[in-house]
T-cell receptor, first 117, second 115 residues
Framework: GAVVSQHPSRVICKSGTSVKIECRSL??????MFWYRQFPKQSLMLMAT?????????EQGVEKDKFLINHASLTLSTLTVTSAHPEDSSFYIC?????????????FGEGSRLTVL | AQSVAQPEDQVNVAEGNPLTVKCTYS??????LFWYVQYPNRGLQFLLK??????LVKGSYGFEAEFNKSQTSFHLKKPSALVSDSALYFC?????????????FGSGTRLLVRP
């Protein structure tokens, strides 16, 4: 099956610093990648949709300058949390779908837990 | 607008008993329906999907789900629960006319299987 790798799985940073999370599709070309945020005991909140070679589409209420998304290739998308603050602490999950999936089945990374001190 | 409802925050069942996790949906066109499972501090794992064809869909780990168009439901079932099935389960839907591939997730149902 399709594999999506997400790195790092855990990261702790100081307030004010920036953190980059990578999402890679290992065995397929991901035309579209999605970034989600999950709060404790809650569902996934879609943050943005990322298409290779174009600007990400952000959901309402998500700060574009705060959460920078880059989808530079068909196998890599990155999420950079800029000037992180404690309220940005959360579980971030990426997912991807490929050109061959006309049903849009998503494959998920293992998630990245961000803790901002 | 697309939406998914999982009416139960938690489902408790004894090991060996059948389990059902409920899901209802709303879309404009035809639904593509999915079930995912999440273990603590992990991403989501795909269980099964309904796109077209037979209403009863069989998936991973012995799970199955039945698509009911008249009731707009897609309940997840398993004939005999295992303690290891304890996890968080998400139902998701995509409208077949939506080209964005965006999935709408339900709020999740925590399944607790007691020994």
């Amino acid at each position: 099956g399709a594999v999506v790798s997400q790195h790092p799985s855990r990261v702790i940073c100081k307030s004010g610093t920036s953190v980059k999370i990578e999402c890679r599709s290992l065995d397929f070309q991901a035309t579209t990648m999605f970034w989600y945020r999950q709060f404790p005991k809650q569902s996934l909140m879609l943050m943005a949709t990322s298409n290779e070679g174009s600007k990400a589409t952000y959901e309402q209420g998500v700060e574009k300058d705060k959460f920078l998304i880059n989808h530079a290739s068909l196998t890599l998308s990155t999420l950079t949390v800029t000037s992180a603050h404690p309220e940005d602490s959360s579980f971030y999950i990426c997912s991807a779908t490929g050109q061959s999936s006309n049903t849009g089945e998503l494959f998920f990374g293992e998630g990245s837990r961000l803790t901002v001190l | 607008a697309q939406s998914v409802a999982q009416p139960e925050d938690q489902v408790n069942v004894a090991e060996g008993n059948p389990l059902t996790v409920k899901c209802t949906y709303s879309v404009s066109g035809n639904p593509y329906l999915f079930w995912y499972v999440q273990y603590p501090n992990r991403g989501l794992q795909f269980l099964l999907k309904y796109i077209t064809g037979d209403n009863l869909v069989k998936g991973s780990y012995g799970f199955e789900a039945e698509f009911n168009k008249s009731q707009t439901s897609f309940h997840l079932k398993k004939p005999s629960a295992l303690v290891s099935d304890s996890a968080l389960y998400f139902c998701a839907v995509r409208d077949s006319v939506d080209s964005s591939y965006k999935l709408i997730f339900g709020s999740g149902t925590r399944l607790l299987v007691r020994p």
